[in-house]
């Protein structure tokens, strides 16, 4: 463990390392002539414990690479970590890589290294894609990528094989583990890796390692002096062939960590940054660089071409919200950055040219930027570099949901140019909207500030540029009145789930119930969808005297103007809940809240498939009493259940345990689809262009990580290389999912997570893309093509959710498990869809038949009107 002026943090390191679950270890304290106290807490861990040894340089070496080789010479054992002191192991570190190395007879183990944000909290692996599977790898000729892991701290090394090559860290130098590493990998035969976190590196709000001194030219210098050094050992070790792939480190991480701060430098510190960095970069084959994402390749272009404050407005691109560039070009097809076209300017991959408007990319620069009382006044010049802005548009400036009108003038060299007034208050981040006025189509962007700008403090908030691309915000200013702090304290006390719950209770039993007040819910309050909004049409066409109030998450668009709403979770909802005479919902209300008495619960569910269940899923088919006993109480509170079919009957109503009334007459959602009448213009609104296919692609989630955007496994990629000339994917993610595709997918992909009507979405359609999603059962009545992508088959139905049919046997349409046998099967999909008419037909007869389209004006006349039956078994 080194360590130099660190004596506050140098007990966490060694206690990481002394509770270890392998307790036969030792700990060596390599002190590089520390300043402070650090020799008098060194003394005490020894005391502490007979395992911790303390070595101290007499003079300081200026670097790590002196006190780890005296570590190297110290150390008894057979197997040897490195730790800095101010980062910690995590417990089972050690006694996982002995393992591994033991097992393997590597020369070397390496794990996971995280970041461990401190102010957060927040742990962040490094690269997670080189550690995503154990293995042994034969050299780093089999994987040259994991030259990005030039770390030393997060490897198990054998001492005898290390003192063998006399493998040693550079004592003059900065970066000594790039220089160490590259030697590493020269000289190992074979070495493992393994996928789970052995190491900890902190990152505290103020760190001063030399890793993270960027500001400090000998900082920069540095590095490309240990670049330089781990090429020459690689040649020396008759490994040349393998410098451009440790290069490609260099272009792919060391340069970035300079690049991204770019927009905050002076022009001076670029050009000396500029001046050390080009002579290397000057070697650098040309195919390493091009191999780079491509602004990180404009900024090499701009290195190279000495263009400084061209250099700088492009790294304000590559982190944050990546800011539009100023100018681009475009050119036989290709589009460059910048006013004209030079191969390495190309970006023609971003597909920044061809977003739809509404995701297009315009460029606001704030200048002048003052206060005038409590407004604040500024310059705006508004850059166009893709064409996007159409002959009628309307501007404004919007601040949260605040939009205030704007007058942008035509600017004589391009662009256009607004004076900007406003009121700033909470929090927001200002962006510059333009409106197209043929559709109503928007598109917004967030507005660049000179990063030396100066905060603006105002009554309540404060105005202010934040990140390195130096993007203008609005802040709230800490709250001093104590009385509203306690306030806020008390009422977050008060407003706990248990206390909503016990007034809940009381509630039921001293107010009475009105049978003309419906409470309905969609989805978990997420909008006015699915068979509740079947249901609520079909009241509102018979004007049935029923006041109904929707429950409502969060966002509100997705309501009619004219409904009534209540913020799901709050007292108002807790209080609507009690007094209404009628529940309707899709999903389940608050699984805890006993229907009151009189109530009548009519549960419309959201879906039919192969999915296992009820009791029969992975959330509780386990043998725990009470997640069981808490879902039978739930489901005792229906009183009438929607049934699409009879083998929904079959398999839903017992493995739920429901034992009520159930209206076999369709599905309220479904008589659009029957129909064909669809809500909205989907193709319109997701600006699809004339002519273009839509593929409608809506994988459900997977159990085990639900939110990690792993349900999207197909190579989307792949399919706009292949497709994008003729279709356009909608991706439909599934409420619990969370999948933003990347932007310069966006020309193909058109994300409709959140779109309210899935109805719209399948009649917009030409055909389906799914996996296990119960969306198969309904679209099944559009007749339309259906692919199935289920390269997990054995997996989800054997150890993640479990299935009740063998989806390949009944699929109404090809099953394939890789992106290239589905593109094959798109590209012939209509002769593929006619083979498979027999099983198409024999799908929608088990799942569609009692479909006829009026299955809401059925339910709502039993349900509803007095005197109905109250529904049929």
Same mark, same amino acid.
């Given at each position: 463990?080194?360590?130099?002026?660190?004596?506050?943090?140098?007990?966490?390191?060694?206690?990481?390392?002394?509770?270890?679950?392998?307790?036969?270890?030792?700990?060596?304290?390599?002190?590089?002539?520390?300043?402070?106290?650090?020799?008098?807490?060194?003394?005490?861990?020894?005391?502490?414990?007979?395992?911790?040894?303390?070595?101290?340089?007499?003079?300081?070496?200026?670097?790590?690479?002196? /006190?780890?080789?005296?570590?190297?010479?110290?150390?008894?054992?057979?197997?040897?970590?490195?730790?800095?002191?101010?980062?910690?192991?995590?417990?089972?570190?050690?006694?996982?890589?002995?393992?591994?190395?033991?097992?393997?007879?590597?020369?070397?183990?390496?794990?996971?290294?995280?970041?461990?944000?401190?102010?957060?909290?927040?742990?962040?692996?490094?690269?997670?894609?080189? @550690? *995503?599977?154990?293995?042994?790898?034969?050299?780093?000729?089999?994987?040259?990528?994991?030259?990005?892991?030039?770390?030393?701290?997060?490897?198990?090394?054998?001492?005898?094989?290390?003192?063998?090559?006399?493998?040693?860290?550079?004592?003059?130098?900065?970066?000594?583990?790039?220089?160490?590493? *590259?030697?590493?990998?020269?000289?190992?035969?074979?070495?493992?890796?393994?996928?789970?976190? #052995?190491?900890?590196?902190?990152?505290?709000?103020?760190?001063?390692?030399? %890793?993270?001194?960027?500001?400090?030219?000998?900082?920069?210098?540095?590095?490309?002096?240990?670049?330089?050094?781990?090429?020459?050992?690689?040649?020396?070790?008759?490994?040349?062939?393998?410098? /451009?792939?440790?290069?490609?480190?260099?272009?792919?991480?060391?340069?970035?960590?300079?690049?991204?701060?770019?927009?905050?430098?002076?022009?001076?510190?670029?050009?000396?940054?500029?001046?050390?960095?080009?002579?290397?970069?000057?070697?650098?084959?040309?195919?390493?660089?091009?191999?780079?994402?491509?602004?990180?390749?404009?900024?090499?272009?701009?290195?190279?071409?000495?263009?400084?404050?061209?250099?700088?407005?492009?790294?304000?691109?590559?982190?944050?919200?990546?800011?539009?560039?100023?100018?681009?070009?475009?050119?036989?097809?290709?589009?460059?950055?910048?006013?004209?076209?030079?191969?390495?300017?190309?970006?023609?991959?971003?597909?920044?040219?061809?977003?739809?408007?509404?995701?297009?990319?315009?460029?606001?620069?704030?200048?002048? +930027?003052?206060?005038?009382?409590?407004?604040?006044?500024?310059?705006?010049?508004?850059?166009?570099?893709?064409?996007?802005?159409?002959?009628?548009?309307?501007?404004?400036?919007?601040?949260?949901?605040?939009? +205030?009108? +704007?007058?942008?003038?035509?600017?004589?060299?391009?662009?256009?140019?607004?004076?900007?007034?406003?009121?700033?208050?909470?929090?927001?981040?200002?962006?510059?909207?333009?409106?197209?006025?043929?559709?109503?189509?928007?598109?917004?962007?967030?507005?660049?500030?000179?990063?030396?700008?100066?905060?603006?403090?105002?009554?309540?908030?404060?105005?202010?540029?934040?990140?390195?691309?130096?993007?203008?915000?609005?802040?709230?200013?800490?709250?001093?009145?104590?009385?509203?702090?306690?306030? $806020?304290?008390?009422?977050?006390?008060?407003?706990?789930?248990?206390?909503?719950?016990?007034?809940?209770?009381?509630?039921?039993?001293?107010?009475?119930?009105?049978?003309?007040?419906?409470? @309905?819910?969609?989805?978990?309050?997420?909008?006015?969808?699915?068979?509740?909004?079947?249901?609520?049409?079909?009241?509102?066409?018979?004007?049935?005297?029923?006041?109904?109030?929707? %429950?409502?998450?969060?966002?509100?668009?997705?309501?009619?103007?004219?409904?009534?709403?209540?913020?799901?979770?709050?007292?108002?909802?807790?209080?609507?809940?009690?007094?209404?005479?009628?529940?309707?919902? %899709?999903?389940?209300?608050?699984?805890?809240?006993?229907?009151?008495?009189?109530?009548?619960?009519?549960?419309?569910?959201?879906?039919?498939?192969?999915?296992?269940?009820?009791?029969?899923?992975?959330?509780?088919?386990?043998?725990?009493?009470?997640?069981?006993?808490?879902?039978?109480?739930?489901?005792? $509170?229906?009183?009438?259940?929607?049934?699409?079919?009879?083998?929904? %009957?079959?398999?839903?109503?017992?493995?739920?345990?429901?034992?009520?009334?159930?209206?076999?007459?369709?599905?309220?959602?479904?008589?659009?689809? #029957?129909?064909?009448?669809?809500?909205?213009?989907?193709?319109?609104?997701?600006?699809?262009?004339?002519?273009?296919?839509?593929?409608?692609?809506?994988?459900?989630?997977?159990?085990?990580?639900?939110?990690?955007?792993?349900?999207?496994?197909?190579?989307?990629?792949?399919?706009?290389?292949?497709? *994008?000339?003729?279709?356009?994917?909608?991706?439909?993610?599934?409420?619990?999912?969370?999948?933003?595709?990347?932007?310069?997918?966006?020309?193909?992909?058109?994300? *409709?997570?959140?779109?309210?009507?899935?109805?719209?979405?399948?009649?917009?359609?030409?055909?389906?893309?799914?996996?296990?999603?119960?969306?198969?059962?309904?679209?099944?009545?559009?007749?339309?093509?259906?692919?199935?992508?289920?390269?997990?088959?054995?997996?989800? $139905?054997?150890?993640?959710?479990?299935?009740?049919?063998?989806?390949?046997?009944?699929?109404?349409?090809?099953?394939?498990?890789?992106?290239?046998?589905?593109?094959?099967?798109?590209?012939?999909?209509?002769?593929?869809?006619?083979?498979?008419?027999?099983?198409?037909?024999?799908?929608?007869?088990?799942?569609?038949?009692?479909?006829?389209?009026?299955?809401?004006?059925?339910?709502?006349?039993?349900?509803?009107?007095?005197?109905?039956?109250?529904?049929?078994?």
């Amino acid at each position: 463990m080194i360590t130099y002026n660190d004596a506050a943090r140098l007990p966490r390191a060694v206690r990481s390392v002394l509770g270890q679950s392998l307790r036969d270890l030792e700990v060596i304290i390599a002190d590089d002539a520390s300043t402070d106290c650090t020799p008098e807490v060194a003394v005490r861990l020894m005391d502490g414990d007979p395992r911790v040894r303390y070595l101290r340089r007499g003079v300081n070496s200026g670097g790590c690479g002196a /006190p780890r080789n005296d570590g190297i010479d110290a150390a008894a054992a057979p197997y040897l970590m490195f730790l800095d002191s101010d980062d910690e192991l995590p417990r089972h570190a050690c006694k996982s890589l002995l393992t591994e190395i033991e097992r393997t007879g590597a020369d070397f183990v390496s794990g996971q290294i995280s970041r461990l944000f401190e102010a957060s909290g927040r742990l962040q692996p490094y690269y997670p894609s080189l @550690f *995503a599977r154990r293995r042994l790898v034969e050299g780093i000729r089999e994987e040259p990528e994991l030259f990005l892991d030039s770390f030393s701290t997060n490897k198990l090394y054998d001492v005898g094989r290390l003192r063998d090559r006399m493998l040693r860290f550079p004592e003059d130098i900065h970066y000594e583990d790039h220089v160490f590493a *590259a030697e590493l990998y020269a000289v190992s035969r074979r070495f493992a890796v393994v996928p789970w976190v #052995v190491y900890h590196w902190h990152r505290a709000p103020a760190n001063t390692s030399i %890793s993270l001194s960027l500001d400090d030219m000998e900082n920069v210098r540095q590095r490309v002096i240990a670049a330089r050094l781990s090429d020459d050992i690689l040649r020396a070790h008759g490994a040349g062939d393998l410098v /451009p792939h440790r290069q490609r480190r260099f272009v792919r991480q060391d340069l970035r960590v300079y690049l991204n701060p770019l927009p905050s430098r002076d022009l001076v510190w670029v050009k000396e940054f500029a001046s050390i960095v080009r002579p290397y970069l000057e070697e650098i084959p040309a195919e390493v660089l091009d191999a780079a994402e491509p602004l990180y390749r404009v900024c090499f272009r701009l290195i190279l071409d000495d263009r400084i404050e061209d250099l700088r407005i492009a790294a304000g691109s590559l982190t944050g919200p990546r800011a539009a560039p100023r100018a681009a070009t475009r050119l036989g097809g290709r589009t460059y950055w910048g006013t004209s076209p030079s191969p390495g300017m190309d970006i023609t991959r971003l597909r920044l040219a061809e977003l739809p408007f509404s995701a297009s990319r315009l460029r606001h620069e704030a200048s002048e +930027i003052a206060c005038d009382g409590e407004r604040v006044r500024m310059t705006v010049r508004t850059y166009d570099p893709f064409g996007a802005l159409p002959a009628g548009w309307t501007a404004f400036l919007q601040l949260g949901r605040e939009r +205030i009108p +704007i007058n942008p003038e035509p600017s004589v060299d391009g662009g256009y140019v607004s004076e900007v007034a406003f009121t700033p208050s909470g929090q927001c981040d200002p962006r510059i909207g333009f409106t197209r006025t043929s559709d109503g189509h928007t598109t917004t962007d967030r507005i660049i500030a000179d990063p030396r700008t100066r905060p603006i403090e105002l009554p309540g908030c404060r105005v202010r540029v934040e990140g390195f691309a130096a993007y203008l915000c609005v802040r709230p200013r800490p709250v001093r009145s104590a009385w509203r702090r306690v306030r $806020r304290a008390l009422v977050r006390r008060l407003s706990t789930p248990r206390n909503k719950l016990r007034a809940y209770k009381v509630l039921i039993k001293v107010l009475p119930r009105r049978r003309n007040l419906a409470l @309905f819910e969609s989805d978990v309050g997420k909008g006015c969808s699915g068979s509740p909004r079947a249901i609520y049409e079909e009241l509102r066409r018979r004007r049935l005297p029923i006041k109904v109030v929707w %429950s409502a998450a969060k966002d509100r668009a997705h309501f009619p103007s004219d409904a009534r709403l209540v913020r799901r979770g709050s007292w108002r909802y807790v209080w609507t809940m009690a007094r209404a005479g009628i529940w309707v919902d %899709s999903h389940g209300f608050p699984l805890d809240y006993p229907k009151p008495r009189g109530t009548r619960y009519l549960q419309t569910w959201h879906g039919q498939g192969i999915k296992s269940i009820g009791f029969d899923a992975p959330d509780l088919r386990a043998d725990f009493d009470k997640p069981r006993a808490r879902w039978r109480a739930a489901v005792a $509170r229906w009183d009438a259940l929607v049934s699409p079919s009879a083998e929904f %009957s079959r398999i839903f109503v017992p493995s739920n345990g429901y034992a009520g009334k159930v209206y076999r007459y369709g599905t309220p959602r479904c008589d659009a689809l #029957v129909r064909g009448e669809a809500a909205g213009d989907a193709r319109e609104r997701l600006e699809i262009p004339p002519g273009r296919k839509i593929l409608l692609y809506a994988p459900t989630y997977r159990d085990r990580v639900k939110g990690s955007g792993k349900s999207v496994r197909v190579d989307l990629e792949l399919m706009a290389d292949e497709l *994008a000339g003729d279709w356009v994917l909608i991706l439909r993610t599934h409420p619990v999912e969370r999948y933003s595709p990347p932007e310069h997918l966006r020309h193909f992909v058109r994300p *409709a997570g959140s779109y309210p009507e899935i109805n719209d979405l399948m009649l917009a359609s030409d055909a389906l893309l799914t996996d296990y999603s119960s969306v198969m059962c309904d679209y099944a009545l559009t007749g339309r093509p259906m692919v199935f992508f289920i390269d997990d088959w054995d997996d989800y $139905r054997l150890s993640e959710r479990g299935v009740y049919h063998d989806l390949p046997a009944i699929a109404p349409g090809p099953c394939v498990t890789t992106t290239e046998e589905l593109v094959d099967v798109i590209r012939r999909l209509p002769d593929v869809h006619a083979s498979y008419a027999s099983r198409y037909a024999a799908f929608r007869d088990l799942w569609c038949a009692d479909e006829r389209g009026d299955a809401a004006a059925r339910i709502v006349a039993d349900f509803f009107e007095p005197g109905s039956p109250r529904g049929i078994r």
